[in-house]
């Protein structure tokens, strides 16, 4: 990236940005943007989810976007809206570039984040500039050991998770069937443990108070904030921290640097473990409907005992999470004047990326619409500048490898115990591509005996 005093950033290689019509503008809008406010984008509406689900909305905010980019060229879309420039990515190089922009002149602290996730989570990172986020990111990649596939607490961590599979399991075993309802409370009490360790297993006041401020988050700016609420919250969680539990994610937490305000940085793991449970049970829906990959996890399941990184199942979760990314808009704010193609962007330019346009763009992927985990083993979705679950770049997940071992050490758990046959109405297939929108709260499983 060259500097230019006067004019603001260029970003070398990038494509001249086009401006649609009016028409054009509503369409993105209509297609793109009001189905993930309509399904909650900080805590999803299971109704809601259901109608996304029947409509396919995935598939016609991708097609959209795929004949804007075959008419207008690959450069960014230009929205025009009051007081605003909207730039919607339609190249994969170009979404590299941004998330390698972070945090400047790309900041992941944008105007609609800190509307949202600053009812919750006032100082968390995806909120934080300057010093502050230096500061927050390091403290969140230490204790959430970013780089290791194996996090230092893998063993007392594998521990909580196989203790809550087992009393999951149970209940599927009583009633033969596996679905949300019953998964839900056994995972928030999952995350509990791990984030604070087993005296807060049935704390389950914490969770529910966070899940009404998600709530409220969902509307942004349209709901006045309750700062009550996001006070006792903070209160509840900083008690929770305070005993340092070793065995949990509390222990390395303790002794924060201050400004860091570890209570905003759990609020935020708190929030990002329920992107996991949805993640988790789409796996096993794809596992359900197909047999040869279930076969493969289970032969690598066979092979380990005690925390394993289980690299089959943990490409079977990833792809999961290609196919349905649990967080499908990534935005950066521009906090300078930047170039695009010869054209200035002004400084607070809005960039979206609407992730599932490249997740499953058929005319980059060989693979787009179909379950392939041999992807994330051969090295081609990691070497796709585009392939974003977790983000990229300076501000990509730091819990990403905390996270799929969490999510495939559960998983593990459960196959051991039983094989999974889908129960609920479903738009998967064997044999047909995956449906572009799935409903992760309808899916029920019955199991099989293995
Ligand atoms: C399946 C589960 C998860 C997914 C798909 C996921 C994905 C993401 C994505 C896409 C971002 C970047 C958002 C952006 O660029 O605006 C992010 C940020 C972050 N995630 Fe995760 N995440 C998951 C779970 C977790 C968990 C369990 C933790 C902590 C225990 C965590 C910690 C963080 C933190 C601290 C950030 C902020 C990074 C920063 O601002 O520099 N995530 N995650």
Request: glycine content about 6%.
């Amino acid at each position: 990236m060259e500097e230019s005093p006067r004019s603001g950033r260029t970003l070398e290689g990038t494509r001249a940005p086009s401006r649609p019509g009016a028409r054009e503008t509503f369409g993105v809008a209509a297609k793109v943007l009001v189905p993930l406010v309509a399904t909650g984008a900080v805590k999803r509406r299971p109704k809601a989810m259901a109608l996304a689900e029947r409509c396919q909305t995935d598939r016609a905010a991708i097609d959209l976007l795929r004949r804007l980019r075959g008419e207008h060229g690959p450069g960014p879309l230009l929205l025009s809206v009051p007081k605003r420039t909207i730039a919607v990515l339609l190249d994969h190089e170009d979404v590299g570039r941004l998330l390698d922009g972070a945090p400047d002149p790309f900041t992941p602290d944008t105007v609609e984040k800190h509307a949202a996730l600053g009812r919750f989570q006032r100082h968390g990172p995806l909120l934080s500039r300057g010093h502050d986020r230096e500061r927050r990111r390091a403290f969140n990649e230490a204790v959430l050991d970013q780089d290791r596939p194996l996090h230092h607490l893998a063993e007392p961590l594998w521990h909580k998770v196989n203790d809550e599979s087992e009393r999951l399991a149970a209940t599927v075993r009583r009633s033969r069937r596996l679905a949300w309802a019953d998964f839900e409370p056994v995972w928030a009490r999952l995350v509990r443990r791990v984030v604070f360790g087993d005296a807060a297993a049935d704390d389950r006041g914490v969770t529910a108070l966070l899940d009404a401020l998600r709530r409220d988050a969902n509307w942004a700016y349209l709901k006045p904030r309750n700062e009550p609420a996001r006070a006792e919250l903070a209160a509840r969680l900083l008690a929770r921290l305070g005993p340092a539990d070793p065995t949990s994610l509390a222990g390395p937490a303790a002794g924060a640097e201050p400004g860091v305000h570890p209570e905003d940085q759990v609020a935020h793991w708190l929030f990002a473990y329920d992107a996991a449970a949805l993640t988790l049970m789409r796996t096993l829906a794809l596992l359900a409907v197909h047999p040869g990959p279930r076969d493969r996890a289970r032969t690598e399941l066979a092979t380990a005992s005690g925390p394993a990184e289980l690299p089959y199942l943990r490409a079977c979760v990833l792809e999961s999470l290609r196919l349905w990314p649990t967080t499908p808009l990534l935005l950066r704010d521009a906090t300078a004047a930047t170039h695009w193609g010869g054209e200035a962007l002004p400084e607070g330019t809005s960039f979206v990326v609407y992730t599932p346009l490249f997740h499953r763009d058929p005319e980059r992927l060989p693979y787009a619409d179909r379950f392939t985990p041999q992807a994330w083993l051969d090295g081609s979705a990691d070497a796709e500048p585009a392939m974003t679950p977790f983000s990229g770049g300076p501000a990509r997940c730091p819990g990403r490898n905390l996270v799929l071992f969490t999510v495939t050490t559960a998983l593990a758990a459960l196959l051991r115990r039983a094989d999974y046959r889908l129960a609920s109405d479903s738009p998967l297939r064997t044999g047909r591509p995956e449906a572009a929108t799935l409903n992760p709260f309808a899916l029920a499983f019955t199991p099989v005996r293995v």
